[in-house]
């Protein structure tokens, strides 16, 4: 056969074999999917996993599992997923958490872009910035000239170093140009806790955290650390209205999957991800939780991840963290 009639056959037959291709990831999925997670079960991340899993069951007419793999700030659970079958029965919930973590740690960390494939912007946990009571200041400029009158008499809490409230904190005392002493703890409950008791006078608290504790009056709030505020405090501002534009902490999340997972699934993921992050039971579950719904398919989410990547270099740079 010449080669001028083995091109002629392959275009004749292109066509049919996409076909087939498509046809074949139409019927996606066929059983099951697994949503893994990096953290413990009650954790932010799994509550915002486990309600997109239930929407995303309804929508695509089968069961979405979440599996937590807690370990290593969830790089363990990116890394098992990234040498996962990539046939679109194995996601990822990723976060902030793994673009800090490949950021301080490049070696031995999961890049998100080179390593897996994204799929969808999920959700965002609000930051807010709180202070115990005994603090004399009730806005940013106020809390900023505190500081400045008395270098390192403020401590900040985090959950650990290099965690999403920590380089929160070190972005703030940048860009306020201003010292206080970073006071690590193995979780946020445990920070929040000696916050409460007084052992610490500010933090960069998720609001899921935050939000008891400032209806009880045992916290005040200071401002959102996010673009824009949050609905379940609209009245207070946010940090980058108080004088620091850019100011953005949130703690977000978006799906992923392995790198070589076909398009077409990829797409039907997306898209699914996307109803379901506008329906009005996800909506009234994230708020429910503080959180709010972000906006993004797959080259969108890879976009945010570049300039997240940016950002937490720089700032780990600026820290101390990571040496240049």
Not at 10 to 35: D, H, N
Not at 129 to 136: G, T
Not at 140 to 155: C, I
Not at 222 to 231: Q, V
Request: glycine residues 8%; contains cysteine; aromatic residues 6%.
């Amino acid at each position: 056969m010449s080669r001028f009639v083995r091109t002629v056959l392959a275009l004749l037959l292109a066509p049919v074999a996409l076909g087939t291709v498509s046809l074949a990831f139409a019927a996606y999925p066929e059983r099951p999917v697994k949503i893994v997670v990096g953290f413990s079960a009650g954790a932010s991340s799994d509550i915002a996993a486990r309600i997109l899993a239930e929407e995303l069951s309804k929508t695509l007419g089968q069961r979405f599992i979440i599996e937590n793999r807690p370990g290593a700030a969830s790089n363990n659970a990116a890394a098992g997923v990234a040498k996962a079958e990539a046939d679109g029965y194995t996601l990822f919930l990723g976060s902030v958490a793994n673009v800090i973590n490949a950021s301080i740690k490049k070696a031995t960390s999961v890049n998100l872009l080179s390593e897996l494939k994204p799929i969808a912007l999920v959700c965002a946990l609000p930051n807010i910035l709180v202070v115990h009571p005994s603090v004399k200041a009730t806005t940013v400029k106020e809390l900023v000239a505190l500081a400045k009158s008395d270098p390192n008499k403020l401590n900040f809490g985090s959950a650990g170093v290099g965690t999403s409230p920590h380089l929160a904190g070190e972005l703030f005392k940048m860009m306020a140009g201003i010292e206080m002493v970073h006071v690590p703890y193995g979780g946020t409950a445990q920070a929040a806790q000696d916050l409460v008791g007084g052992r610490l006078q500010l933090m960069f608290s998720p609001a899921s955290t935050a939000l008891p504790q400032i209806e009880a009056g045992n916290l005040r709030a200071i401002a959102w650390a996010t673009a824009a505020r949050g609905a379940s405090l609209p009245d207070l501002p946010t940090v980058a209205e108080s004088g620091f534009p850019g100011f953005d902490t949130s703690i977000w999340f978006g799906l992923l999957a392995p790198l070589d997972t076909p398009d077409p699934i990829r797409d039907r993921l997306a898209e699914a991800v996307g109803r379901a992050r506008r329906s009005k039971a996800v909506l009234t579950s994230f708020r429910a939780q503080g959180i709010e719904p972000l906006e993004g398919g797959p080259a969108a989410f890879a976009d945010y991840i570049t300039g997240e990547t940016a950002r937490w270099s720089e700032v780990a740079v600026k820290a101390g963290l990571i040496k240049q």
